[in-house]
């Protein structure tokens, strides 16, 4: 059993939904990302995505996409990300996942990035750009490395492609709520609890509904037929009022709070 399991597992018998929180690394700096990513694990996040930042992040909105930069601009790579989550480890077990892209993952190396990032401490990856045909260098060393693969669904996913990634992944079903890219949206479609209900019956990992996530209500509403919401776009804007300044993790803690409480 994988961690990200014993967390479904966790949130499962006390009957809550879970919240998964992503926040790019090295936003604004390594230092005070990691005040972050402690701030959110403390407020209750069951689940972190760390993310690395790419020149050219193709799924994500204007928000994160001017947090990569902001990270990059800081210095931010791979590795950086591995040392981030090594020191986070070094104070907490909150499950993390690397969530990236491609290109940036090929270049370090399948298995030694997967091998470095077992010692670190990460306990998935979630590659938005690999689709699982393709991932045949990637997924065996990912598997070798006892890490789990999170596998992605969007709405125009056929259900004959939602099954096939439910067996190649591990962890749980990332599901897209929206067609687009990642953003703060005020509501989500009204075609998405029909959705999510369709794929969570067909599936035998734990769903998890993202992309627009930004209030408390919006969570509890993602996950009446999922078992979790995702939210990033939300809390990286938090990152972006605050900068290092000392009131972001607070602030970012006080809106963690708000989402876990919604989902109990």
């Given amino acids: 059993m994988t961690a990200i399991d014993a967390a479904f597992r966790r949130l499962r018998a006390s009957g809550e939904r879970g919240l998964v929180v992503y926040l790019t690394a090295g936003d604004p700096t390594a230092a005070a990302s990691l005040r972050y990513l402690r701030a959110a ?8 995505e760390v993310g690395v930042p790419f020149s050219d992040p193709t799924a994500d909105g204007p928000t994160i996409e001017v947090a990569s930069r902001r990270a990059l601009s800081s210095g931010m790579n791979v590795a950086g990300a591995l040392e981030l989550v090594r020191r986070f480890r070094g104070t907490h077990a909150t499950p993390v996942v690397l969530f990236g892209y491609c290109n ?7 298995p030694s990035l997967c091998e470095d990032a077992r010692e670190a401490g990460v306990d998935g990856f979630l590659v938005v750009d690999l689709p699982f045909e393709e991932s045949g260098e990637a997924l065996p060393a990912i598997r070798k490395a ?4 999170i596998p992605l669904a969007a709405p125009t996913s056929g ?4 099954r096939a990634v439910d067996r190649a992944g591990s962890g749980f079903l990332y599901l897209i709520s ?15 609890a029909a959705w999510t209900r369709k794929v969570a019956k067909a599936t035998r990992l734990p769903v998890a509904v993202g992309f627009g996530i930004s209030s408390p209500a919006m969570a509890a509403a993602a996950t009446r037929h999922a ?24 602030e970012l803690s006080r809106f963690v709070r708000s989402l876990k409480k919604a989902l109990r």
């Fill in 104 to 110: 940036p993952f090929y270049r370090y190396g399948w």
């Fill in 159 to 162: 259900m004959a492609r939602v």
């Fill in 146 to 149: 006892g890490l789990d693969w």
């Fill in 178 to 192: 929206v067609t687009g890219v990642t953003g703060v949206r005020k509501t989500l479609p009204p075609s998405v």
């Fill in 41 to 48: 694990a403390d407020a209750g996040a069951d689940i972190i």
């Fill in 227 to 250: 078992d979790a919401a995702v939210v990033g776009s939300a809390c990286v804007k938090i990152v972006e009022r605050n900068g290092r300044g000392p009131r972001g993790p607070a």
